[in-house]
């Protein structure tokens, strides 16, 4: 597989998920743009990219909820196209139906969904011209319901009817537009909705056994799979996918 001369990319880069896709995929080949609020994390990232050898990364310190145009416009500007976009830029929180809070509800939203359905509309055009393609990052929450999370399931559903729905609208300009929904990844999300380090390892071996495949998930599990997608050739008929990467937790 290889993105020699592409362009990707990634929101939600200084961290976790996003910022291994983004080693990852320039490590492929790609000129990846990357985005994130934290201009120290996101800088590590871009100085892990270039200290491999990989194309010089471009860093965009911005926020996905309020920046959408100035991300497009300096990417496209930077690198003169657009090739791959991977929305994976996502926060969780805790509620429930009794626990409801509608500025938090509306928090989780703009995060993700809302300006994933900015990003993408903005990056349409410049898709177009590369017949390139879209790959969101749900999660297995936007499938199965999972107690004391409402406004997260809620918003990885609507962003998984998002994938289908712009899946169809997008085939005839042969933009395909996928999703990985993973189940439990060792990132340090776990941290922003409170658990130390200890409690997060704790809770990764306790969800051992609840996994077919005897373990939780690590970030080049999600990295493989988005590349996958990205690919124009592993995956130049797949459009409008929900693909678990949960080692078969769904399946028991
Ligand atoms: P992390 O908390 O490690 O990373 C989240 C990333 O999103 C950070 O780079 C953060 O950057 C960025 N981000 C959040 N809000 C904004 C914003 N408003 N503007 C720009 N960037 C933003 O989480 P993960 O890597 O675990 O999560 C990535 C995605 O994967 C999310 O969509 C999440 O829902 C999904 N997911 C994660 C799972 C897991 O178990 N880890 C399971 C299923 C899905 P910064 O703070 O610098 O802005």
Same mark, same amino acid.
């Given at each position: 597989?290889?993105?020699?001369? *592409?362009?990707?990319?990634?929101?939600?880069?200084?961290?976790? !998920? #996003?910022?291994?896709?983004? !080693?990852?995929?320039?490590?492929?080949?790609?000129? =990846?743009?990357?985005?994130?609020?934290?201009?120290? +994390?996101?800088?590590?990232?871009?100085?892990?990219?270039?200290?491999?050898?990989?194309?010089?990364?471009?860093?965009?310190?911005?926020?996905?909820?309020?920046?959408?145009?100035?991300?497009?416009?300096?990417?496209?500007?930077?690198?003169?196209?657009?090739?791959?976009?991977?929305?994976?830029? #996502?926060?969780? #929180?805790?509620?429930?139906?009794?626990?409801?809070?509608?500025?938090?509800?509306? +928090?989780?939203?703009?995060?993700?969904?809302?300006?994933?359905?900015?990003?993408?509309?903005?990056?349409?055009?410049?898709?177009?011209?590369?017949?390139?393609?879209?790959?969101?990052?749900?999660?297995?929450?936007?499938? *199965?319901?999972?107690?004391?999370?409402?406004?997260?399931?809620?918003?990885?559903?609507?962003?998984?009817?998002?994938?289908?729905?712009?899946?169809?609208?997008?085939?005839?300009?042969?933009?395909? =537009?996928?999703? !990985?929904?993973?189940?439990?990844?060792?990132?340090?999300?776990?941290?922003?909705?409170?658990?130390?380090?200890?409690?997060?390892?704790?809770?990764?071996?306790?969800?051992?056994?609840?996994?077919?495949?005897?373990? =939780?998930?690590?970030?080049?599990?999600?990295?493989?799979?988005?590349?996958?997608?990205?690919?124009? *050739?592993?995956?130049?008929?797949?459009?409008?996918?929900?693909?678990?990467?949960?080692?078969?937790?769904?399946?028991?």
């Amino acid at each position: 597989m290889s993105f020699e001369g *592409k362009v990707a990319l990634i929101t939600g880069a200084s961290s976790g !998920i #996003g910022a291994d896709a983004a !080693i990852h995929l320039a490590k492929l080949g790609a000129s =990846v743009s990357i985005v994130g609020r934290n201009e120290i +994390r996101l800088n590590a990232v871009a100085e892990k990219i270039k200290n491999s050898g990989s194309p010089v990364p471009l860093t965009i310190v911005a926020d996905v909820t309020k920046d959408a145009e100035r991300i497009v416009d300096e990417t496209i500007k930077h690198f003169g196209k657009l090739d791959v976009l991977v929305n994976n830029a #996502g926060i969780v #929180g805790q509620d429930n139906v009794t626990t409801f809070d509608m500025p938090e509800f509306d +928090r989780i939203f703009n995060t993700n969904v809302r300006s994933v359905i900015t990003l993408s509309k903005l990056c349409v055009p410049h898709l177009e011209k590369t017949r390139g393609n879209i790959v969101n990052v749900s999660s297995i929450a936007g499938l *199965k319901a999972v107690p004391n999370v409402l406004s997260y399931c809620m918003s990885k559903a609507a962003l998984d009817q998002f994938t289908k729905c712009s899946a169809l609208d997008l085939a005839p300009k042969h933009i395909r =537009v996928n999703s !990985i929904n993973p189940g439990i990844i060792k990132t340090p999300i776990f941290k922003t909705v409170g658990l130390t380090e200890e409690v997060a390892e704790k809770m990764f071996d306790e969800y051992k056994s609840k996994y077919p495949l005897g373990r =939780v998930g690590e970030v080049s599990d999600t990295s493989s799979a988005i590349a996958y997608f990205a690919d124009e *050739k592993s995956a130049s008929f797949l459009t409008g996918i929900l693909l678990t990467v949960d080692g078969g937790f769904m399946l028991a």
